[in-house]
């Protein structure tokens, strides 16, 4: 029975990182397969008139989906550790590359931004990147900092990370993108409070702080003003400022509780702007219902719970702080896709993890979880 008991024990030690974590394989698996389903669906007309072809945006996407899948693998089997190590470079190419995106040479300009580089076959956006290599140096650095003792003084906690996350914002804001700017304040924020940086720290700047922001980088500029009038009166203006809050409101409440059935959307045909990226989320609303939709929040609900598991049991506190920072990423990107769809939050060009069209974000974000489960798998391994 000792014996018996020993290799069941045993068993699950050899088992690769990627299938260890198997509460963030499956659902991360499913969602993809769902953003498969509904990238052709609502991008189907989209297609057919720019390219002559229903499946242009699908077959990209299983394309992005696959090399994506492979490096999930990959992330996945390196010891999370080597990113302390590489924290420094990692930062460096994030930050160069949001330096080349705005040379008018190897920047993509489309839509009044320069967000993409050009590599040829496919289109890269460096502010993707640019998240989780803050992630990754920020870990770094507050574990270096807990090392030392000093992480809780405000000079060596807060001012350095304040720095980083103000040097990118820049950059980004350049191009402009003010949503990804949104998202990784918020992750960096969360990650030093979670690391132990006091809350007093944290809290004083913000009364300073968020009304000059709100002055100068909302109320200063007519569209992002527009987008705010738009969000808190949606019906007043349903063909200007209100079009994608309304249309999007109409996905919903023609789905009701069962959806209309996979493909028989009517807001993707040419009502609802970006059907297959920003506004996907209403799609499912209107194909799916609030079944499908809420299945939808639940699976990300698994991996948030994991994620937050995976931070608690790490065996490093690099592990832990880094793990809390890909729990948080991935949940404000949740959070904010969805509140912008239903009209909690006003309009952000943000992407829904897994499911959204586009093969940075997908590429980026399955790498983070390759990361987490590598997290997760050392410290069950370790626990053993």
């Given amino acids: 029975m000792a014996n018996t008991l020993g290799a069941r024990e045993y068993i699950p030690n050899r088992l690769h990182p990627f299938f260890r974590e198997k509460t ?3 659902p991360v698996l499913i969602l993809t397969g769902i953003g498969l389903v509904m990238v052709y669906s609502a991008s189907c007309a989209i297609a ?3 390219y002559n072809t229903l499946f242009y945006y699908l077959k990209r996407q299983a394309i992005f989906l696959f090399a994506s899948l492979c490096i999930m693998f990959v992330t996945a089997s390196l ?6 190590k590489m924290a420094y470079i990692i930062l460096f190419a994030a930050i160069g590359m949001l330096v080349a995106v705005l040379i008018p040479a190897l920047g993509i300009k489309a839509n009044n931004a320069r967000r993409w580089l050009n590599f040829g076959l496919f289109a890269f956006q460096p502010a993707e990147f640019a998240k989780l290599a ?76 968020i009304p000059v922001v709100a002055y100068f980088l909302v109320f200063k500029v007519s569209y992002r003003l527009e987008r705010i009038i738009g969000f808190l009166h949606p019906w007043d203006d349903p063909l200007g400022n209100g079009f994608q809050l309304t249309n999007s409101l109409k996905a919903f ?13 009517m807001q993707k045909m040419h009502f609802l702007p970006e059907p297959h990226t920003d506004f996907i989320f209403s799609i499912i609303g209107e194909e799916l219902g609030l079944i499908g939709v809420t299945a939808i929040l639940v699976l990300y609900g698994l991996i948030l719970h994991t994620g937050t598991r995976i931070a608690r049991q790490a065996d490093t506190f690099f592990g832990a702080v880094t793990a809390t920072g890909i729990t948080l990423y991935l949940g404000f990107q ?12 006003p309009t952000k060009g943000l992407t829904l993890p897994f499911i959204s069209y586009g093969g940075t974000s997908l ?9 987490l489960m590598n997290i997760g798998a050392s410290a069950n391994h370790g626990s053993k």
């Fill in 334 to 345: 949740v959070i904010i896709n969805t509140g912008v769809t239903l009209g909690v939050l």
């Fill in 24 to 26: 963030i394989l499956f």
């Fill in 363 to 371: 590429i980026i974000n399955l790498a983070a979880m390759g990361i």
């Fill in 48 to 50: 057919m008139d720019e």
């Fill in 79 to 84: 010891p999370y550790k080597l990113y302390k």
């Fill in 253 to 265: 409440g023609s789905g009701g509780l069962f959806g209309k059935g996979i493909g028989l959307s």
């Fill in 134 to 209: 803050m992630i990754l140096f920020m870990a770094y650095s507050l574990s270096k900092k807990q090392e030392t003792g000093k992480l809780r003084e405000f000079a060596i906690g807060v001012v350095p990370h304040a720095m980083l996350f103000s040097l990118m914002a820049v950059l980004i804001l350049c191009q402009p993108d003010f949503g990804t700017i949104v998202v990784m304040g918020m992750i960096c924020w969360g990650m030093m409070f979670t690391a132990g940086v006091p809350l007093l720290y944290l809290l004083t700047p913000l009364p300073l702080i």
